[in-house]
């Protein structure tokens, strides 16, 4: 018999402070580190209540320093603890970059196994909330590149608790970015306690036979919208939340490749280099999905230029109007 | 350990304590200092109400941190430069950037981080403790060229943290550069304060490790910030290298206006110096001591006010963001992809496929 669990309608942000708690509960190597996210509960609340919960030992405000944060949380994972360790916005973890690039994801291989670092970063990423400069990047493709990181990004609050609690349980590093554009955009039924959602699973949110768009994160509600769009004019598009960026759901996306045999990408990362390029190139590699394909793919990201001051943010990200376009080329095609 | 005593020339009650600048503190220069920093106030003021009413975005508010922003930017000459933070705008207004641009940086418009033609005058600073790095490089490129300008960088107590802070105190002594490291312990770096910051009893003595100066004065006393950074200037422009300077003050409000400084401190604590130390209110008594005070200089803030307002509704009048901003300025010359992706850009808002 399935036992009951009892559900709440809650925000992303909140499912995101659960994870954690429920965590901090369950293991006491759990450790949360990062500028302000203690007494103050975090810029965006995302620890809020943790520090008077558990305490200033594992609720801990660092000093301002993110190579600082990265760096310790590397010792403390290799030495028994398992951080969460803050960034209190994707654009301020290049200070971070060296200890990530050259240690965090390197540990195990160094040492064959002997050391290991099982931590996750978090980081408030992406556009559109008219936040100041610098505040808004997207650049999760350098770690999508960069080898020995998982990449994941949840864009609904049951898919960020679950797979939240999953990175917190990975045994190698994770890089979890967090749209904060959703973080507060709606409330969605939420389990109380303990579950996962597994990294490295895509989830096809809309079912269609006509066209395939991939997207994460901040851009799920748009390539939504556009696919609704489109529907009026009979176009039927799935839609697939890729939700791992690194390693990819390969068997979901060529799953929908040979169904539709058209396929749109939509992310707000800079376009060269960018997760679309990767996921073409994968499709290419799948045999069965290359000879699937019935149009050129396709792809709407942000342009190849900084994320811009707020005044133009909405002419960098990509828009509904931008993905219909893609829809309505390839319905013509 | 090196002690390092707090400088005062003017106390809370607008006393002199220190008599010997005495003569360079002309009625000139002393109301001009209170003039800044009423100006500045009132351009802080002014920028939280317009984020309220939703005319800016988020913004960084300095109420408290007058004197500090104010007297140093008076002690500098002309063509010197300046690195701001984004919580400098009281030190680059008095320095001579445009109110309109400062409000447009505020309005998340490029044209913001743009001084007058001139104007030796950073960008703010964003990621913490980055622009120390720059100032050094912009005072070793003017001690390269055989001037004797100098540069002064802003930053605050959170920003000794990052190995930034430390790598440009590192080469501006290996080189002995002309750069001021100008910084405003205000208490609190967003809602960690400077003892969880940091274990060291004072920024000033972060110097010693790179043998170099370092002064601490009451960043709430206008006069003692100047001559500080007065003489700093001129010890750099001698060729007699770096100083660092912590000007000791205190942010009354929020870090940003997206903060609420409840969560994390009592603001009692604001209150009860807002009441005895505060740089203007001081300012104010030493003026009416010394009978510098007079009628035209309470009638002031309507001048001040309705420059800003001009400057507000300036801003406003602005035509909506330029696109090529967003495109124009990545390269002097842009490469195929941003070109591809500007024109696909107007193809779509044309709505031609």
Known sequence: ?333 | MTDYPMRQIIDGDGALVDDRYKDQMTPELVVEMYKKMVFARLFDRKCVNLQRQGRIGTYVPFEGQEASQVGSALALREDDWMFPTYRDHGATLTFGHSLKNILMYWNGRYEGAVPPEGKRIFPPAVPIASQLLHATGAAWAEKKKGTDRIAIVYFGDGATSEGDFHEGLNFASVFQIPVIFFNQNNGYAISVPTTRQMHSKTIAQKAVAYDMEGIRVDGNDVCAVYFAVKEAAEKARRGAGPTLIEAVTWRYGAHTTSDDPSKYRDQSETELRRKTVDPVGRMEKYLKRHGYWDERLKAYETEATAEIEAAVKAMESEPAADIRHLFDYVFAESPWPIEDQKADYHRLKGGVR
């Open chain 1, 1 to 333: 018999m399935k036992t009951a669990v009892k559900t709440r309608e809650i925000t992303l942000i909140q499912a995101l402070t659960e994870a954690m708690d429920t965590m901090l509960e369950r293991d006491p190597s759990v450790l949360v580190l990062g500028e302000d996210v203690g007494v103050n509960g975090g810029v965006f609340r995302a620890t809020d209540g943790l520090y008077e919960k558990y305490g200033e030992d594992r609720i801990i405000d660092t000093p301002l320093a993110e190579s600082g944060i990265i760096g310790t949380s590397i010792g403390l994972a290799m030495n028994g603890f398992k951080p969460i360790a803050e960034i209190q916005f994707f654009g301020f973890i290049y200070p971070a970059f060296n200890q990530i690039v050259t240690q965090a994801t390197r540990i195990r291989g160094r040492t064959l196994g002997r050391f290991t670092v099982p931590m996750v970063i978090r980081a408030p990423y992406g556009a559109g909330v008219r936040a100041p400069e610098i505040h808004s990047d997207s650049m999760e493709a350098l770690f999508i590149h960069m080898p020995g990181i998982k990449v994941v990004v949840p864009s609904n609050p049951y898919d960020a608790k679950g797979l939240l609690i999953a990175s917190i349980e990975d045994p190698d590093p994770v890089l979890f970015l967090e749209p904060m554009k959703l973080y507060r955009a709606g409330r969605k039924e939420v389990p109380e306690g303990y579950y996962t959602v597994p990294i490295g699973k895509a989830a096809t949110v809309k079912e269609g036979t006509d066209i395939t768009i991939l997207s994460y994160g901040a851009m799920m509600p748009i390539a939504l919208k556009a696919a609704e769009k489109a529907e009026k004019d009979g176009i039927r598009s799935e839609v697939i939340d890729l939700r791992t960026l690194f390693p990819l759901d390969r068997e979901l996306i060529q799953a929908s490749v040979e169904k539709t045999g058209k396929i749109i990408i939509v992310h707000e990362g800079h376009r060269t280099n960018g997760l679309a390029a990767e996921i073409t190139a994968l499709i290419n590699d799948t045999e069965t999905a290359f000879l699937s394909l019935k149009a050129p793919i396709q792809r709407v990201t942000g342009f190849d230029v900084p994320v811009p001051m707020f005044s133009l943010e909405e002419a960098y990200l990509p828009s509904i109007e931008a993905v219909y376009d893609k829809i309505r080329f390839l319905a013509e095609y």
